[in-house]
Structure formats: structure tokens, C-alpha cells
């Protein structure tokens, strides 16, 4: 379907027509409809499906209509990390060209600059904020932003939120909201808590739900069956061999990436750590210090896995297996992105197999398994059977808006500059 054949202004056709998007993503198809029509909605989609324009749009087309308070925030979209509310941003810049919708971007950092520049836009009453929950509580909390005349209220990688502790930050920031709303809430994955926050805040919504995409053919997946304690002697083996170059190393929990980070350090690899404990400001220079190439190697948790965008990573690996295809899916994915290749090697524990089992079902392919150096001793065998995690977690597939995701349907995004400066600028 292409954005011409749904019911959206001239504006907003434009704007898609000045940034060179043709044709809807299944997720835009689905969901956007829906959202015109006034609907809460939960869309379970992965990152890479187009679900910011999928909520974009239609608030922006709404917006565009008139008819909303002026000056009055009108619109809070919430995002789990920095790095997401910035690529939101920075799509609202651009879907809003030629209309007179203004947006302004609030997230976590000790630049008392910032705080200022974003507290003067929210007073002016930016249509649309984008906020990180701890940053937006900030704000609320001062006493002089109004969220009783908020009409569109959007939960983006929610299910992120809650991994990263803010269901409370999220219920107290719904307390400063109206009722009478629009709640939209994007989630990769649908587990019981996410279910929980929706039976909350959502009114009678429609639910979406996409099928996880498998991963791109041009990643070569591999798999370590060992021990544990045998992990860090294959990471030992493996730079051994082919010094380290542009790696992702996944870890289950920020604990386990700070000893993981602190192992590598002591055979002088060249590495960083990215986890939920690190204040802004020494993620955003983690970030740098690897995108530039002055770290070879970042463990992180999964607060990396989704929502950022580096395109020359040459090796990830799962220290950890995944609790769940989806999180299979988005962590390898951060490999062999924009035409180039990669390499996903997953450490497979007794403990794991099981676990390991229902990517392989879920993929429907036995992914290779490479065997553990000689030196690190004997290995267990593959048995998926007996081992102990016993748990598998697969994608629900039986709704009945479920579609494949195929691509996100844009070519050649330029870069424009807005006639009017935002009231964030």
C-alpha cells in the first residue's frame, strides 16, 4: 500500500513525498488507519519495521487539522533511552516540514543549558514532546508543566521501559494526563507486565502484532556448546586469532557485563561497558569513544540491542543466550547492516540449550555449533532435552492482525532544514 492510498493531509503527503516514501511498511499499514480513527493501540513490532512514522503521522495529521489547544502540549511520546528520543526527534524534524507543528526533546544529561532550553519549550507549549521518563519527572515535579491538555499519549519500545524499571516513572507520569485520550503503545514483545500496563492506561485498544523478521541471510550465525567457565577462554581464543575489530558482546544483566568487562580488561583487550548504571554523560561518551574506534569491543546489556544506529559492526556475540527469539533477532541484527557482512556467535551453557533450542525452532535452521578449543578442555553435548532452563519463549503468531515486516519501505531520506526554527532551538 502506498502512503497516498490512506487518508492523511496534503501536508503530511508532502513531507512523505519530499523524503522519498512511497509505500507503507506492514506496521504503518496496519497501524496508522487505526490511530486516525481515534483507537488506543498496542502494536507489537521489532525495531527497523517503521513504527515511529507509524505513530508519527497520524498524530502530525491529526495536529495538522487544527482544532488543538495553542500553545498546550498536545502530544507525549516517551522513550526508554536518549539515544531513541534523539532518532524520534529527528523523524518529527522532518515529517513536520511543511506544517506548523513545533516538538521539543527531553531527555537525561547534567547540561543545565539543556534543562533550561527544554523547560522554556514545554512552558511555550510544544506541540509534541519526546521525553525520557526520569527527564519528563524532572520537569513535572518543578511544578510548571501542564499535561491537562495532552490529546495523543505514545509509549515507544515499552517493553524496553519496563526492563529498564520505569513502569512507576510511567504510572506517575499518567497521573499529570487527562483521561479522555489517545494512548498508543509500541512494544517489541508482549510479556505479562506489558499486558498489565496496557489493561491500565489503554482504553479498548486495537492490537497489532507483527511476526519477528528473521535475520538477515548475509549474517553468518555460529554457536559455542560449553561450560560457563569455559566462556571467557573462547573470547580468549577467538581475539587470539583475529584481533578485535568493531565488537558487540552481549551480556543478560548489567552485573554480568561489569564482570565480563572487568575479565577482558585483564587480557588487555581494548574494551567499554553500556548498562543502565552508567550515568548519561559516560554513555554518550561510551557511545563516541566506540563509533569512533578508540574501543574495539562494547559489552553491553540490551539497552544497545534496539534504537541505535552503527553500521560497521563486524562481530557480535551473545555471552549470554538470549531470554527470547525476539532479543535473538535485535541483538544480531546490529551486524551486517547497510549492505555489509557480519558474524553472530552465541555461548551456548548446559543451562542455556534449551533456550537455544527455540531460537534454532523459531529460525527454523540448526545453526552451526563450532567446537570449544582443545585447551579449554572437554565440552558438554548438545542435548537440549535435558538441560535444566526447561522454558521456551516463543512469539505469539495467532492474532489476527498478524502480517510479516518486510523492509520499511523509504529510499534516500535527504537532509532538509525547517523554514521556522522549533520552539526547542
Known amino acids: 500500500m502506498n502512503f497516498s492510498e490512506l487518508n492523511l493531509e496534503e501536508s503530511v503527503l508532502q513531507a ?20 486516525l480513527e481515534g483507537r488506543d493501540l498496542i502494536g507489537v513490532a521489532q525495531t527497523g519495521t517503521g513504527k515511529t512514522a507509524a ?10 487539522k487544527g482544532g488543538y489547544p495553542a500553545d498546550a502540549i498536545n502530544c507525549i511520546i516517551m522513550s526508554p533511552t536518549r539515544e531513541l528520543a534523539q532518532q524520534i526527534d529527528q523523524q518529527m524534524e522532518g515529517f513536520s516540514y511543511f506544517m506548523p507543528a513545533s516538538s521539543v526533546a527531553v531527555y537525561g544529561g547534567n547540561d543545565g543549558i539543556r534543562f533550561e532550553q527544554e523547560k522554556r519549550g ?14 519528563l519527572i524532572s520537569h513535572l515535579s518543578l511544578g510548571y508543566v501542564d499535561l ?4 495523543f499519549f505514545i509509549l515507544d519500545e515499552a517493553d524496553r521501559m519496563l526492563d529498564m524499571g520505569f513502569y512507576d516513572d510511567i504510572m506517575q507520569i499518567v497521573k499529570y494526563l487527562p483521561k479522555e485520550r489517545q494512548t498508543i503503545m509500541f ?21 497489532v502484532k507483527l511476526a519477528v523478521s528473521k535475520p538477515a541471510d548475509k549474517i553468518i ?22 584481533p578485535a575489530e568493531r565488537v558487540i558482546i552481549f551480556a543478560s544483566s548489567k552485573l554480568k557485563v561489569k564482570e565480563v568487562t572487568q575479565a577482558f580488561r585483564r587480557m588487555n583487550l581494548n574494551v567499554g561497558e553500556m548498562h543502565s548504571d552508567l550515568e548519561q554523560s ?43 527469539c525476539e532479543d535473538y533477532v535485535h541483538r ?57 532452563d526447561g522454558k521456551r519463549k516463543f512469539h505469539d503468531k495467532g492474532n489476527r492482525n498478524h502480517v510479516k515486516g518486510n523492509g520499511n519501505g523509504r529510499r534516500n531520506h535527504p537532509k532538509r532544514r525547517r523554514n521556522e526554527p522549533r520552539k526547542s532551538e
Open 55 to 64: 505513530y508519527l503521522l497520524p498524530v502530525l495529521n491529526q495536529l495538522s
Open 332 to 388: 544480531i541484527g546490529r551486524t551486517a547492516r547497510a549492505n555489509n557482512d557480519g558474524c553472530a556467535i552465541t555461548f551456548v551453557s548446559e543451562k542455556e540449550q534449551t533456550r537455544f533450542k527455540a531460537i534454532e525452532d523459531f529460525l527454523e535452521k540448526t545453526i552451526y555449533k563450532i567446537p570449544v578449543p582443545e585447551v579449554l578442555g572437554e565440552a558438554p553435548e548438545y542435548n537440549p532435552k535435558s538441560a535444566s
Open 187 to 207: 512494544s517489541a514483545t508482549m510479556p505479562a507486565k506489558i499486558q498489565q500496563l496496557a489493561n491500565t492506561i489503554l482504553n479498548n485498544p486495537v492490537e
Open 221 to 242: 550465525q555460529t554457536a559455542y556448546v560449553c561450560y560457563e567457565n569455559q566462556k571467557l577462554g573462547i573470547v580468549r581464543s577467538l581475539f587470539s586469532e583475529h
Open 148 to 151: 491537562s491538555k495532552v490529546s
Open 282 to 324: 559516560q554513555r554518550d561518551q561510551m557511545m563516541h569513544e566506540f563509533k569512533s574506534g578508540r574501543i574495539n569491543i562494547l559489552v553491553a546489556t540490551d539497552i544497545v540491542s534496539r534504537g541505535i544506529d552503527i553500521d560497521d559492526i563486524r562481530l557480535v556475540i551473545n555471552y549470554d543466550v538470549p531470554n527470547d
Open 16 to 35: 512523505l513525498d519530499a523524503m522519498n516514501f512511497v509505500e507503507c511498511t506492514p506496521v504503518q499499514e496496519h497501524t496508522i488507519p487505526v490511530i
Open 122 to 135: 514545554m512552558t511555550l507549549g510544544a506541540d509534541v514532546v519526546i521525553a525520557t521518563p526520569g527527564r
